[in-house]
């Protein structure tokens, strides 16, 4: 197999037959003529299969080492589909702090449907050990969780897990396959929400499933198409385009990332600095490990509660209040109130101090000192003067 940057550039996207164009068509049309009846050229109708979606498949497929790529209109409808593929009365264990949407998708859509399921906190494989639900068919990672930046350690979790014959299926959002590949570690399947770091410009909204499972891949290909979240042809082309350059902007989020790290450990506003980069961060041994390097997402406890994190939120000029991550520009927010609003009250409440930030690719002493002085501002009883 040719280089992870290659791949990026170049997989499903062998200059077009017909032209000669070095970039794949947006195939706008609906459907597709058949010479005779049932006989085509692989594609009849664009839910079904449509060629700009299958390069994008093909290239997103190799980039996680997978043997097969479902792209989906969003994260969720992603996760969704992969839920489908459980039956009534099977478990699913998700962690303690799951992406907001996913724990909402799993308690309130399918739980409703029949499906049980459980929070653990997973970057403690020996939880899992321990405490193994009866019926258990899937446990859904994430690593670095979000917004905790726990880590959990794939091929643990992927042992004992098989050894009791459920799937893990790991939500590689925050990592992506440039810095993580959990098939290679042993994962069932990953998951996307191309959304982020795969798009990577906040103009784009998609969802991918990578597996090398033939039984699963069919199962959702057949979801892909049975329910019908499928992103547009532009949609795809987005993607495409995003992530040929998604290796170099990993390696800037990164370096950035370790300058907002080190300024934040020093101030005197933050008590505490999450990030697996860290030598003193508990899954620091294993991000190590699984991970090319630590990725762009920091989070932070603010002196002062929530009062503050929200004053320091707002106050950022460069990093920009929103939701959402994973892209060329910084973002600040505040998860308990954000993000997690969903999880409040129940076992995945966010501690309301917390900031999470999402470090693009700007200069990186232009971030620095946007957060410093915000965090300034905060008076000196760590409030919100
Ligand atoms: C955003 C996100 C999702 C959901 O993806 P959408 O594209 O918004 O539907 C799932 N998991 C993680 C970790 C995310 O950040």
């Given at each position: 197999m040719t280089g992870f940057e290659t791949r990026a550039v170049h997989a499903g996207q062998d200059p077009d037959p017909v032209t000669g164009a070095v970039v794949p068509p947006i195939s706008l049309a609906t459907t597709f003529a058949q010479e005779a009846v049932g006989r085509h050229r692989g594609y009849e109708?664009?839910?079904?299969?449509?060629?700009?979606?299958?390069?994008?498949?093909?290239?997103?497929?190799?980039?996680?080492?997978?043997?097969?790529?479902?792209?989906?209109?969003?994260?969720?409808?992603?996760?969704?589909?992969?839920?489908?593929?459980?039956?009534?009365?099977?478990?699913?264990?998700?962690?303690?702090?799951?992406?907001?949407?996913?724990?909402r998708l799993v308690s309130r859509v399918h739980a409703p449907q029949g499906?049980?399921?459980?929070?653990?906190?997973?970057?403690?494989?020996?939880?899992?050990?321990?405490?193994?639900?009866?019926?258990?068919?899937?446990?859904?990672?994430?690593?670095?969780?979000?917004?905790?930046?726990?880590i959990v350690d794939i091929a643990a979790t992927a042992r004992i897990a098989h050894a009791r014959g459920a799937r893990v299926v790991v939500d590689n959002t925050f990592a992506t396959p440039y810095l993580q590949r959990p098939l290679e570690l042993g994962a069932d399947a990953v998951v996307h929400s191309s959304t982020k770091y795969l798009g990577g410009h906040s103009d784009v909204v998609g969802g991918f499933v990578a597996t090398s499972d033939d039984e699963l891949a069919q199962r959702l290909r057949?979801?892909?198409?049975?329910?019908?979240?499928?992103?547009?042809?532009?949609?795809?082309?987005?993607?495409?385009?995003?992530?040929?350059t998604l290796a170099v902007r990993m390696d800037r989020h990164c370096e950035n990332a370790r300058a907002v790290v080190a300024m934040l450990?020093?101030?005197?506003?933050?008590?505490?600095?999450?990030?697996?980069?860290?030598?003193?961060?508990?899954?620091?041994?294993?991000?190590?490990?699984?991970?090319?390097?630590?990725?762009?997402?920091?989070?932070?406890?603010?002196?002062?509660?929530?009062p503050a994190a929200i004053a320091l939120v707002e106050r950022t000029r460069l990093f920009t209040l929103a939701e959402s991550l994973g892209a060329v520009e910084s973002l600040i927010e505040h998860p308990a109130r954000m993000t997690h609003a969903s999880a409040a009250g129940s076992a995945l409440e966010v501690d309301p101090a917390l900031v999470r930030c999402s470090v693009g690719i700007e200069t990186a002493g232009d971030l620095v000192a946007d957060l410093r002085s915000a965090l300034d501002s905060l008076d000196a009883a760590g409030g919100a003067a």
């Open positions: 109708y664009s839910r079904s299969g449509n060629p700009t979606r299958a390069a994008l498949e093909a290239c997103l497929a190799a980039l996680e080492g997978a043997s097969h790529g479902v792209a989906f209109a969003s994260g969720l409808a992603a996760t969704d589909a992969v839920l489908r593929t459980l039956d009534p009365g099977d478990h699913v264990v998700i962690p303690v702090d799951a992406y907001g949407g996913t724990y499906i049980t399921w459980s929070a653990a906190d997973l970057s403690d494989p020996g939880t899992l050990a321990g405490g193994w639900p009866e019926r258990t068919r899937l446990v859904w990672v994430e690593t670095p969780t979000n917004p905790l930046l726990s057949f979801l892909q198409n049975a329910t019908g979240a499928v992103p547009s042809p532009f949609d795809c082309y987005l993607v495409l385009r995003g992530v040929k450990a020093a101030h005197p506003r933050v008590e505490q600095v999450l990030y697996p980069g860290l030598a003193d961060h508990p899954g620091h041994a294993v991000a190590r490990a699984q991970m090319r390097d630590f990725g762009g997402m920091v989070s932070f406890r603010v002196a002062g509660g929530e």
